[in-house]
Each structure stands twice: as structure tokens, then as C-alpha cells.
């Protein structure tokens, strides 16, 4: 909750100080919970649920949407009668199959520490069964010669006794784009010898415990593929229905919403069925 307040804080705080066309965040709470707290939400899709437990969590999932909802309120009142608010979620949520089928997650700023990785100058994303580590300098040879470096240490750490790779190391580049990151990911000899709890050693002698880092993580949500979309202001219809929408039709759409052409070679379409008939008109 804490965390949702901070976000919309930051963000009202940005639309103050400066002229905002287009402002977009995430809130990431409803996803994490869900994944997490699905079990208490959905009792009666999954067996051996502790009523104590489900007493202590089962508003779990409710209150963290309610506490997003009344966040996305205080943005929505800084938007000005003109101005467009879109509401999107790629996924929904369904009770995960098997509980335990994600059962590890990434403690990275311990492992970091732990083989002698500086983390001041890096950003990181747990993602699955890895992270992303992106050197945080502009500086294109600065940033080359980071994940060259981050690159090799990662490829160098093995399992004990096995001397198997403990990871697989992506380093990637694409110039323009943003996109200059390494991709670590756990190998499958590493998530396979977590029960044995080895250690994952480099050649300086470094080494942390496999459990350590990679701690189990029950899952009791999963993602499901409807997802949702609201759009608001001028350019919409008050209380349309919108329909067989796809993540690639944001973009478009919004870039319509706000007078603007949009690109022939994106994968999406603006969602004109969503649009008055007087907009569409005004904006070939």
C-alpha cells in the first residue's frame, strides 16, 4: 500500500512541476499479490488451505486493488476535461494449476554482494527464474565494458562439487533502443541441485549458498490471457463496450486519442469501435 501511495506521489508530483503531455506508470502490487495470495482469494480451487490462514489473508487480493483503484482516482483528477486516461492490464488472473510449479525466486542484491558484484551502478529485474542487470552510465563504451565484465563473472560461476555452470548469460546490445542489458538465468543443473544446497563458487573463491539466493516461492496465481482495457475522455464513448482488443492496440489508440497518425507498420489498430462517430470523423 505504501509502496502504490509513493508511486502516484511521485508521479502528481512530475505533472506539477512540468508541462506533461504523456505521463504512464505501473502498478506492479496486483500482479505480485496475486501471484502470491490467489489461494486465500479462490479458496475453493485448491485443497489443504489452513482457515488461519485464509482469516488472515483471504482480503488480501481485494484491499490491494482498492488501495490501486483509489490511487488511479487521484491521478484521474489531475487530468484536465480534454485530457485522455487509459486503464490497461495485459493479463488477468486464474488459480495456477500446480502450486508449487514456479518454486523459486531471486534474493539478486544478496547474490550480488555475495560474489563480489558492486551493485551502485547498476539497475536489476527479477524476471522467472533470472534478472536482468543494465549498467546505469550512458556512456556507450562505459556501458559495453560493464556487461562485458558482468557478463564473464556470471559465466564463471559454477556449482561445487559438479563444476557445472550455475547460470546462462545473455549479453545484449541493440543500439538506440534502450535495450543494453545481461540476461542471467538460472541454469537447469542450478535449479536441480537446490534440494542439495550447493554453493556457486567463482574462480577468486567467492561463493554464496544456493539457497542463499534462490528461496522457494509458492505461487498460487497465475496469469490468465483476458486481460482489460478502460479509456476515458472526449475521443470515447461514455459506456461503450470495448471488444477483442490487443495489447499491440494501445499504443495505436492512444496515439489516435491524442490527434496523432499513427505508424503503418505497428502490429495494432486504433480501437475506433470505442470512438464517437464525431472524433473519428475529425481525425481520418
Given at each position: 500500500?505504501?509502496i502504490?501511495r ?7 508530483w512530475?505533472l ?11 502498478y ?5 499479490l496475486s501471484h502470491a495470495?490467489?489461494r ?5 480451487a485448491?485443497e489443504?488451505t ?5 482469516e488472515a489473508y483471504?482480503?488480501t487480493?481485494e484491499?490491494?486493488?482498492?488501495v490501486?483503484?483509489?490511487q488511479?482516482g487521484?491521478?484521474?483528477?489531475c487530468v484536465a476535461?480534454?485530457g485522455?486516461?487509459?486503464i490497461v ?5 486464474r488459480?495456477h494449476?500446480?502450486?508449487h510449479?514456479?518454486p523459486?525466486s531471486f534474493?539478486t542484491?544478496t547474490?550480488?554482494?555475495?560474489i563480489?558484484v558492486d551493485?551502485g551502478d547498476?539497475?536489476?529485474v527479477?524476471?522467472g527464474?533470472?534478472?536482468?542487470l543494465q549498467p546505469?552510465t550512458t556512456d556507450?563504451?562505459?556501458n559495453?565494458?560493464r556487461?562485458s565484465e ?10 561445487e562439487?559438479?563444476?557445472?555452470p ?5 549479453n ?6 534502450g535495450?543494453d542489458?545481461?540476461?542471467?538465468h538460472?541454469s537447469?543443473?542450478?535449479l ?8 556457486v563458487?567463482?574462480p ?6 544456493t539457497t542463499d ?10 496469469h490468465d490471457f483476458?486481460?482489460?482495457?478502460v479509456?476515458?475522455g ?5 459506456g461503450?463496450?470495448?471488444?477483442d482488443a490487443?495489447i499491440?492496440?494501445v ?9 496523432l497518425?499513427v505508424a503503418n ?5 486504433p480501437?475506433?469501435?470505442?470512438m464517437?462517430?464525431?472524433?473519428v470523423a475529425?481525425?481520418p
Amino acid at each position: 500500500e505504501t509502496i502504490g501511495r509513493l508511486a502516484t506521489d511521485v508521479a502528481l508530483w512530475q505533472l506539477r512541476r512540468s508541462d506533461v503531455e504523456v505521463l504512464a506508470g505501473v502498478y506492479r502490487s496486483t500482479d505480485r499479490l496475486s501471484h502470491a495470495y490467489w489461494r486465500y482469494h479462490e479458496p475453493e480451487a485448491f485443497e489443504g488451505t489452513d482457515p488461519a490462514d485464509l482469516e488472515a489473508y483471504g482480503a488480501t487480493i481485494e484491499d490491494i486493488y482498492a488501495v490501486v483503484d483509489e490511487q488511479l482516482g487521484r491521478l484521474r483528477r489531475c487530468v484536465a476535461d480534454d485530457g485522455v486516461f487509459v486503464i490497461v492490464s495485459d493479463h488477468g488472473f486464474r488459480p495456477h494449476l500446480k502450486v508449487h510449479a514456479e518454486p523459486f525466486s531471486f534474493r539478486t542484491e544478496t547474490l550480488l554482494d555475495a560474489i563480489g558484484v558492486d551493485s551502485g551502478d547498476l539497475s536489476y529485474v527479477n524476471l522467472g527464474y533470472g534478472f536482468y542487470l543494465q549498467p546505469l552510465t550512458t556512456d556507450e563504451e562505459a556501458n559495453a565494458a560493464r556487461r562485458s565484465e558482468l557478463e564473464e563473472i556470471f559465466s564463471s560461476l559454477t556449482i561445487e562439487g559438479s563444476g557445472e555452470p550455475a547460470f546462462l548469460v545473455t549479453n545484449v546490445d541493440e543500439p538506440g533502443t534502450g535495450d543494453d542489458y545481461v540476461q542471467v538465468h538460472a541454469s537447469k543443473a542450478l535449479l536441480g541441485s537446490v534440494p542439495d544446497d550447493p554453493s556457486v563458487v567463482r574462480p577468486n573463491g567467492a561463493s554464496i549458498r544456493t539457497t542463499d539466493f534462490l528461496t522457494p516461492s509458492e505461487v498460487s496465481g497465475a496469469h490468465d490471457f483476458d486481460g482489460l482495457i478502460v479509456a476515458c475522455g472526449p475521443p470515447f464513448i461514455p459506456g461503450g463496450d470495448i471488444r477483442d482488443a490487443d495489447i499491440f492496440d494501445v499504443t495505436p489508440t492512444v496515439l489516435a486519442a491524442l490527434g496523432l497518425p499513427v505508424a503503418n507498420d505497428m502490429d495494432g489498430r486504433p480501437l475506433v469501435d470505442a470512438m464517437t462517430a464525431q472524433f473519428v470523423a475529425a481525425h481520418p
